[in-house]
């Protein structure tokens, strides 16, 4: 369901509006498949990443994982990148525990997007744990929902997550604590790194200008925002329009500046209603 925007501000009169342009802000990668997705519907879309993905800078402990991973009632994978990253370091001779069926490590999803990676990546679909399709939210929150009941004392679970720059473990702990809530352990495993991005001159003219000219921000995570504000500190963003696919992200737009925030669950027909809403 489409929320209705916040703190509305006009964009400046002297700036023409362009309600039905789409900046997404997804990792390179997400955002080209989002661009085409949103294509599909009829809107103009514009890949303007503001997340850089790499490959985690230490890779022996990736490595280190996948010969013990049968000793882990689940791995939980926290998006996308974190299942592409994390198959993409799999060693030669390491055996792959969702090809076995005598292994019963299960995989968690936070949501749709992530499944289709683990789809992609060759994980059968029963061995798949996520929120529902009903679900509010798609975070750790709705997992735990759906598979905190079948969480035994004693059980470890894997929680396969990103970096910043710096190679610091980045991302909410909350699942670790529920689990230890339980009498069961969390172990980490950094799969990628999360940086900020370098744009060119011509993609910082365009951020500028979707500032005040009516262009939806969509955006998926805080840390696009945060990274959006580092690019352009001296911005005023009052007369921006963003799209934020969770209650958290939102929070952080109006902490931006952003003069109209909306919400929206993070399905492509979802969002396309909510831009429309917008506009």
Request: charged share 20%.
């Amino acid at each position: 369901m489409p929320v209705a925007p916040t703190d509305v501000a006009s964009p400046p009169a002297s700036q023409p509006t362009n309600p039905r342009r789409v900046i997404v802000t997804r990792p390179a990668r997400e955002a080209r498949r989002w661009v085409e997705q949103l294509s599909a519907r009829g809107l103009e879309a514009l890949a303007l990443p503001l997340i850089e993905i790499a490959a985690a800078a230490d890779p022996q402990a990736l490595h280190a994982v996948w010969s013990r991973l049968d000793d882990y009632l689940a791995a939980m994978f926290v998006s996308g990148n974190a299942v592409e990253q994390f198959f993409a370091s799999k060693p030669a001779e390491a055996p792959n525990p969702w090809a076995d069926a005598a292994i019963k490590t299960r995989a968690w999803a936070t949501g749709p997007g992530t499944c289709q990676a683990l789809l992609r990546a060759g994980v059968a679909p029963q061995r798949i744990d996520a929120p529902g399709p009903e679900a509010r939210q798609f975070d750790s929150e709705a997992l735990w929902q759906r598979v905190g009941n079948s969480v035994p004392a004693g059980a470890r679970v894997l929680i396969v997550r990103g970096a910043d720059a710096n190679g610091q473990s980045a991302g909410r702990d909350w699942l670790a604590r529920q689990l230890a809530a339980v009498g069961a352990v969390g172990d980490f495993v950094v799969a990628y790194e999360r940086r900020a991005p370098q744009l060119n001159a011509a993609q910082l003219a365009v951020a500028g200008l979707a500032a005040g000219d009516g262009s939806v921000w969509l955006f998926s995570s805080s840390e696009a925002i945060a990274n959006l504000r580092l690019l352009l500190p001296a911005q005023d963003w009052r007369a921006a329009r963003a799209l934020a696919t969770h209650p958290r992200i939102a929070q952080a737009a109006r902490e931006a500046g952003f003069g109209v925030v909306c919400e929206s669950r993070p399905g492509v027909d979802e969002v396309v209603a909510s831009i429309e809403s917008i506009a």
